[in-house]
């Protein structure tokens, strides 16, 4: 799977938005983008994935750049539930079986 | 009910003990994984299962050995832990083994003393 890149830190306010950006500049044409995040104590949870058009689901939107060398998960209105890890996946569809490679993450905070 | 459980959730024990953590899920999903999450919190799959067949064997050491009694169950067998083996492991399923969302256990923390 193709690597991505990930600012270890970003800070927001609450009720604010929140970008988080995601670079893999060697995506092949077939690799899907996945977020997870990962709460303090807890499992990995699954935010939202894309291919090549933009996203949206209730938890947040998936903006990917026209050559697909970047991605942006947008959170619309950040609250302290959403302080977590959270990593950009690449994920090739004929990959054996959900074999999720997580990098570093970016760790969210939220300030009141 | 909780989706993937995991039990212990904790586990402390001594170096060269043998010891087994379990893993069940309610989703009826036919893939279950294991992944371990290290000090330096970096998450890497090590086995995956799909109708009880192992389809995922990643570089982990013959110490550690899955077993899936049935789709919903797979359990990580280690023996003879060492310090290095403490980690957090977690379990998860999904749908199929292409599925593009995973769930994920809450953890079980091994510290080996």
């Known amino acids: 799977d193709a690597k991505t890149t990930q600012p270890n830190s970003m800070e927001s306010n609450e009720e604010e938005p929140v970008h988080l950006p995601c670079n893999h500049s060697?995506?092949?044409?077939?690799?899907?983008i996945h977020w997870y995040r990962q709460l303090p104590s807890q499992g990995p949870e699954y935010v939202i994935h894309g291919l090549t058009s933009n996203v949206n689901n209730r938890m947040a939107s998936l903006a990917i750049a026209e050559d697909r060398k970047s991605s942006t998960l947008i959170l619309h209105r950040a609250t302290l539930r959403d302080a977590a890890v959270y990593y950009c996946?690449?994920?090739?569809?004929?990959?054996?079986?959900?074999?999720?490679?997580f990098g570093t993450g970016t760790q969210l905070k939220v300030e009141l | 009910d909780t989706a993937v459980s995991q039990t212990p959730k904790y586990l402390v024990t001594q170096m060269g003990n043998d010891k087994s953590i379990k893993c069940e899920q309610n989703?009826?999903?036919?893939?279950m994984y294991w992944y371990k999450q290290d000090s330096k919190k970096f998450l890497k799959i090590m086995f995956s299962?799909?109708?009880?067949?192992?389809?995922i064997n990643e570089t982990v050491p013959n110490r550690f050995s899955p077993k899936s009694p049935d789709k919903a169950h797979l359990n990580l067998h280690i023996n003879s832990l060492e310090l290095g083996d403490s980690a957090v492991y977690f379990c998860?399923?999904?749908?199929?083994?292409?599925?593009?969302?995973?769930?994920f256990g809450q953890g079980t923390r091994l510290t080996v003393v």
């Open positions: 998860a399923s999904s749908p199929g083994p292409a599925s593009t969302e995973a769930f």
């Open positions: 996946i690449l994920r090739g569809i004929t990959g054996g079986g959900n074999k999720l490679t």
């Open positions: 299962y799909n109708n009880k067949e192992l389809i």
């Open positions: 989703l009826g999903h036919d893939t």
């Open positions: 060697t995506i092949s044409g077939t690799d899907y």
